[in-house]
């Protein structure tokens, strides 16, 4: 039987893997085919575009979210703390890795604790939804929230990763129902995230009625996890295993309207793919609260905290630019200009 890796040196393979490889899918996010309808008489001053939203309770600068990234190691330490800092300054939203990690062996707990630097974001916990069913419920959601003083819960959905990385958990039966359990129980809201393979339809459906508050779809597009596990497959069989996949999924924008059609009036999130803040004014437009990028984040918080921040200041006025030049002078009006498909 195959060694296990301890899962802090699982934590410290992938973020190396994704600062040093080329780990993205085939697939594209979709979004390069929607354009807005470009307006020369928009009739609004660029100063007074207003991309701001409340969320969860909490009043965001921009519709923009430094998507779950990492945790469990000390250079994950380092750059979680970057991104933190850099999200207060700007007013944006942020998740954490996979807290597992520090759940089983506490000394992690600190590479995930981000409030010391970043008292006011909006920030979301992340445990894998899989770890239901293998011995994980409630009391380690809350221990999850608790760790980082989290405005919110992430319950990661990875069937693809577990199935093609070495001795994967992948046990995904029943887990709806005891999804279900922990909405019905956790004192914050329940989101439910992809990892970088989208929502259909009928999954978007089957979480709505577990009682989730928002989706966030993670579409294909970005990183592939199942490229992430081709370069630490410890054999050339897992190897190819994992290289099959590399074109899998269903595609942010396609991700996106999903959701929207299953349950309407529930809030969603798009990641997968977005380059930048023209990518995320398209998702609003198409229905998301939030777009959210981790592959760019990641490059510019492994340089600095300030880097870090001139990305989201840049992303901003991408996103406050494609508002003016189509004729949204707030994210309310944005959502009401039609996109047009190629």
Known sequence: MPKVAPIDQRKADHLKINLEQDVRSALTSGLEAYRFTHEALPELDLKRINPSLSLFGKLLQSPILISSMTGGTNEAETINLHLAEAAQECGIAMGVGSQRAAIERPEQVKTFQVRRVAPDILLFANLGAVQFNYNYGVDQCRKAVE????????????????????????NFAGLAKKIEEVCKKIEVPVIAKEVGWGISERTAKLLADCGVQAIDVAGAGGTSWSQVEMYRAPDEFTRQLAATFVGWGIPTAEALLNVKRAAPNLKAFASGGIKD???IAKCVALGAELGGMAGKFLKAAAVSTEQTVELIKLTKRQIEVSM???GAENLASLRNEKLFKL
């Open 277 to 279: 803040g023209l990518d």
């Open 147 to 170: 760790m980082i003083q989290a405005d919110a819960l992430y319950l990661h959905l990875n069937p693809l990763q577990e199935a093609v990385q070495d001795a994967g958990d992948t």
């Open 324 to 326: 003016f030049a189509c």
